[in-house]
């Protein structure tokens, strides 16, 4: 027997997390039945396991894609407001059930996973693990090695104090700066709070994989070397299938 939170993810609907809100929304079922506490387990070989009447199933073949996102899309598989989502993006051929690793903001762009690997988006996302993300930030107001340096050793945020960031001023007004955190607009508020105003911002750089030949909006598969290399950043796990689809599809619209 196992939570219902990490079946969800398990098949590949959505992340723990975001099948703990499934489950509270009462959009999952067991048996024909709507179950809303948190702490409930199945069986999937004994039990039929349903979300929004869909039947999961555990046998998914695993996908990897590695986007770079545009501004303007929202990092979710639904949007209640309508907006467009990252899975906008991909070919409308393509049929199989991904989700975003983490988030980027409505007007934050650049490297973004996408996969319907359960565990190894909670490898990802535990805090635990403290995955490295790497940004680039167009700033506006005073950029000072001192005002950095706050940065560098923890600043005071209303949500707690941030952990040490890694950061570097490339020019006047951009910043090169990787954090392990994943706070909800982590890194614009970071600056807000030495009094810069983030304009534009891009992540470079998660989990060791780079943005390296992938054109703004543009998704490709990620190769079986890279997946290898993705796991053992995450927890350590060497063996990996080789996937699907190969390093150079483009899944763009």
């Known amino acids: 027997m196992e939570r219902l939170q990490k079946l969800i993810a ?5 992340s723990r997390r975001a099948a703990e809100d499934l489950i509270a ?25 349903r979300v929004d009447g869909r039947l999961l199933t555990f046998d998914a073949e695993k996908i990897y894609l590695l986007m770079n996102k545009p501004r303007g899309y929202v990092s979710t598989v639904h949007d209640d407001r309508g907006r467009r989502t ?6 409308e051929n393509f049929s199989e059930r991904v989700y975003p690793v983490g988030r980027l903001d409505l007007n934050s762009e650049g490297l973004l996973l996408l996969t319907n690997d359960g565990d190894l988006t909670n490898a990802l996302l535990h805090p635990r693990r403290e995955v490295t993300k790497t940004y680039r930030a167009r ?20 949500d707690g104090l941030t952990a040490p960031a890694e950061i570097y001023l490339l020019d006047d007004g951009l910043v090169e700066i990787t954090i392990h955190e994943g ?22 750089k998660f ?18 070397d890279e997946i290898s290399r993705l796991k053992n950043f995450a ?18 619209r």
């Open 10 to 14: 398990r098949a590949g609907i959505c």
């Open 25 to 49: 929304a009462g959009r999952v079922t067991v048996d024909g039945k709507i179950v809303r506490e948190l702490g409930a387990k199945a069986e999937p070989s004994q039990n039929k396991i």
């Open 86 to 91: 990252v899975l906008d993006l991909l070919d």
């Open 139 to 158: 700033v506006t107001g005073t950029v000072t090695e001192d005002k950095l340096d706050k940065l560098r050793t923890g600043i005071e945020l209303d």
């Open 183 to 204: 706070r909800n607009r982590q890194v614009r508020r970071m600056f807000a709070a030495i009094g810069c105003d983030v304009k534009r911002l891009r992540r470079v």
């Open 207 to 224: 989990a060791g994989l780079t943005l390296d030949g992938l054109k703004v909006g543009q998704v490709r598969s990620l190769s079986a």
């Open 235 to 252: 927890c350590g796990c060497a063996t990996v299938a080789v996937p699907r689809f190969g390093s150079s599809v483009k899944f763009v």
